[in-house]
């Protein structure tokens, strides 16, 4: 098959999951499938195929709540969606690029056994306790030799052990093979589970203007940091969600994620260490439509947050779970990112391999991280038809490591492809004010034909709104 036909095909794979309408199908086109970007794996194809569901959702719902008869059409240049993966890159404040995101530290190290191990660093915290454990100076010169002093599989035992983010660079058999591989392959790609009754509910609440964006009235509660979960909140807010983003000041965030995935968005802080925090939290529970969020699977049920509790207090609740390695299999709680799930599962492997490299390679873009998020969306919004059409309560559950397991299942490219140039990616970049600057990014890719996304809202620092709807 061609790109377009194996975007098609995921497509399709994609809306079998959350159960849509075969015939919404047709509402949507590709261009721009070829070429993809430098890499073996189907990255173009992912990035094309999960927003176009989301898309697709989205227009579903519109179609729903207008009573429209004639679907609108959905238009997904590859291309400009891979840049979309990218987002981050292209960010830029005033004209100027922001600062380098990842620390020095971050990337891969050889063992004194020969095998690599990669290190993820960017949170303080993290650096600082991958130093005490490796015993040396805050270089990476002074990392790489306290590395060669171990064992690669030992250090990433131990690293995880102490609650760091690290992985050892397997191959894909070694994955398959590997307890948390065989619980990722009985996953499928994403879930949409009733988790509880309640009655059937509109989309929206009443005073929402029906027809006006997909989403007016939904409220969205955004409980999560880096890439992956914010995409997906920054989704929704395109087709117009209220999202609510929450974090608190002793979390950790990188500055130039925020603005990019803030976009759409308010922010505010709540302290879940506190009583007054928790409580707020479950007020605002009470009045969301969506409650999404990128924790570890069961940490917030510690606080009082638990699916079955959050169903009990707001009855009809939609709860999005994205986590690293999934909600099942000793993995489950392990810490990770992107680029240690690329490691962990031999996408990182196999790229340097094919590429001839003499140390692992990595996906041209953080494709696990936004193909999770869309997903994610994606399934908020088949949830939200559901709740509409039979009613009840619903989890959604997606993970870095099951998006992994659909990228290393589809066939190879043996071809090198073209790197987006910045001309072609200037093309697809919007403005906005903010109270950072003048915020230039990437648009939102899909193009449709009768509620094109947008964002309504600029992003701002965090913590700058009132935790209330």
């Known amino acids: 098959m ?50 176009a569901a989301q898309a697709l959702a989205s227009a579903e719902i519109w179609r729903a709540r207008a009573g429209a008869g004639q679907r609108q059409q959905i238009q997904i240049s590859m291309r400009r969606a891979l840049a979309m993966f990218r987002s981050e890159r292209y960010l830029s404040v005033d004209g100027k690029a922001p600062a380098e995101i990842r620390s020095p530290l971050t990337g891969y190290f050889q063992a004194g056994d020969g095998r690599w191990i990669q290190l993820h660093t960017n949170f303080p915290h993290h650096r600082d306790g991958v130093l005490r454990v490796l015993q040396c100076e805050n270089t990476r010169q002074a990392v790489a030799a306290a590395i060669r002093e171990w064992q690669a599989a030992e250090l990433d035992a131990r690293l995880a052990d102490e609650g760091m983010c690290a992985a050892l660079i397997r191959s894909p058999q070694e994955w398959q093979a590997h307890p948390q591989g065989r619980a990722i392959t009985g996953l499928p790609l994403l879930e949409i589970i009733r988790i509880g009754d309640a009655p059937v509910e509109a989309v929206s609440r009443a005073g929402a203007t029906a027809a006006a964006r997909p989403l007016s009235g939904v409220r969205v509660l955004d409980l999560s940091r880096v890439i992956a979960a914010p995409v997906a909140g920054r989704t929704l807010a395109q087709h117009g969600a209220d999202v609510l983003a929450i974090s608190a000041a002793h979390l950790p ?7 990019d995935t803030g976009r759409g968005k308010r922010s505010a802080q709540l302290d879940l260490r506190t009583a007054q925090g928790r409580d707020g939290l479950l007020d605002l529970v009470r009045d969301a439509d969506i409650f999404l969020q990128g924790y570890r699977p069961g940490a917030l049920a510690g606080l009082g947050f638990s699916p079955e509790e959050l169903c009990a207090l707001r009855p009809g609740l939609i709860q999005v779970s994205l986590s ?10 392990r810490r990770g990112f992107d680029s240690l799930v690329q490691s962990a599962t031999g996408i990182a492997y196999e790229e340097g391999a094919a590429a001839g490299l003499s140390e692992p390679g990595k996906l041209p873009c953080q494709a696990l991280d936004h193909a999770t998020g869309y997903l994610a969306a994606f399934g908020a919004m ?3 038809r559901r709740r509409a059409e039979q009613g009840g309560s619903w989890l959604v559950r997606v993970s870095l490591a099951q998006t992994g397991h659909w990228l ?22 919007q403005s906005m004010d903010s109270p950072f600057g003048t915020v230039s990014a990437v648009a939102p890719v899909e193009q449709m034909s009768i509620t094109p996304p947008a964002f309504d809202k600029p992003p701002v620092p965090l913590g700058t709104h009132a935790a209330a709807w």
């Open 324 to 333: 690293a390695y999934g909600h099942t299999g000793p993995w489950s709680q």
């Open 408 to 429: 290393q299942s589809q066939p190879r490219y043996a071809a090198a492809a073209a790197e987006l140039t910045p001309q072609e990616a200037a093309g697809w970049l």
């Open 382 to 384: 088949m949830a939200l």
């Open 2 to 51: 061609d790109a377009t036909s194996y975007t098609r095909a995921a497509l399709q794979s994609f809306w079998q999951l959350g159960n849509g309408d075969p015939a919404a199908l047709d509402a949507v086109s590709f261009s721009a499938t070829e070429p993809q970007l430098p890499s073996v794996f189907q990255v173009g194809t992912l990035a094309a195929a999960s927003i």
């Open 253 to 259: 965030n990188i500055a130039p994620l925020v603005i």
